[in-house]
Each structure stands twice: as structure tokens, then as C-alpha cells.
């Protein structure tokens, strides 16, 4: 006999799928909103925070004029390596890898510069967050789902973190 409706039976894996949304669901459909005097939470933008951070886009700008000066640099000498003799094309191609270290090393201090931005972020947010009373704070986007512009103090990060800086 053929099945003529027009809902298919849900396998076991949506099934599965949707349990475990129910699991992680429920405890947050519990939680209140800011004042009412539940469990609280807040949304920050850490990509766009990043983003206008003055701090890593100074740094960005670093890297990015050192990138350019090398870049420069070894052309320059490509040139002069091309018209040299061997001897000379040997200490040229020596020079050029001497610099691309220093820059291979400045690029790393640069990371870490940011990265240790990124930590110095995370704990204004946490100082934030636990001022205004947040159990909980998204990062991102990515796995949820802001319905309310009120939990989003992403503005309010990035105020702090440009006035700091």
C-alpha cells in the first residue's frame, strides 16, 4: 500500500537531532531577561570588536608596511642579483634571507601582540559582563541566535577598548 501523506516519517537521527535541541534548549528558554532576576546573558560581537579595535588595526598596519618593505626590498635586489656575477648573487640571496627572518620574526611578535589583544578583550568583556550581571556571554554569532538587540554590548566593548588605547 502506498503512503499518500504528505508528512514523512522522521528518521531516528532527526529525531536524535531534535532531543538534543530540547536538551540544550530548555535550561535557556528558563533564563530571563536582564533585570528581571534570572539567570542573565549577553551577546558580544568579538569579530566586529576586533575589527574597530585601534590597537589591532595599528598593528595590522605594522605588519602590512613591513610585508611592503620586504617586498620592495627583495625586488630591488632581484634586479641586482640578475645583473651580478655568482659570487655576488650568493651574498645578494644571503641578505634577502637575512631579512625575510627578521621579518618571519617580527610578523610572530606581531601575532602574539595580537593575540595577547585578544586576551586583554576577553577579560573587558568578563569585567563587563559580571558588572552587568551576565551567567552567560556569546562570542559570536555562529551557533546563536540573537533575538533581542538588548543582550548586544558590542558597542559597549569596543568604546572601552578604543578609550584604553
Excluded at 12 to 37: M, R, Y
Amino acid at each position: 500500500m502506498k503512503n499518500n501523506s504528505l508528512v514523512k516519517p522522521a528518521s531516528k537521527l532527526t529525531v536524535l537531532k531534535l532531543f538534543l535541541l530540547l536538551l540544550v534548549l530548555l535550561p535557556l528558554a528558563q533564563c530571563q531577561t536582564v533585570g528581571s532576576g534570572g539567570a542573565t546573558f549577553g551577546y558580544v560581537d568579538f569579530n566586529k570588536v576586533m575589527e574597530e579595535s585601534l590597537t589591532r588595526k595599528e598593528i595590522t598596519a605594522h605588519s602590512e608596511q613591513l610585508i611592503e618593505a620586504f617586498n620592495s626590498f627583495r625586488e630591488k635586489n632581484f634586479q641586482a642579483m640578475m645583473e651580478s656575477n655568482a659570487k655576488q648573487r650568493l651574498e645578494l640571496e644571503k641578505l634577502v634571507n637575512e631579512r625575510r627572518a627578521g621579518l618571519d620574526i617580527a610578523i610572530k611578535t606581531n601575532n602574539n601582540k595580537i593575540y595577547a589583544h585578544q586576551e586583554l578583550i576577553r577579560g573587558i568583556i568578563q569585567k563587563t559582563a559580571k558588572k552587568r550581571g551576565y551567567a552567560l556571554v556569546a562570542l559570536s554569532q555562529r551557533n546563536v541566535m540573537l533575538v533581542s538587540r538588548y543582550v548586544d554590548f558590542t558597542d559597549d566593548i569596543i568604546e572601552v577598548i578604543n578609550s584604553n588605547e
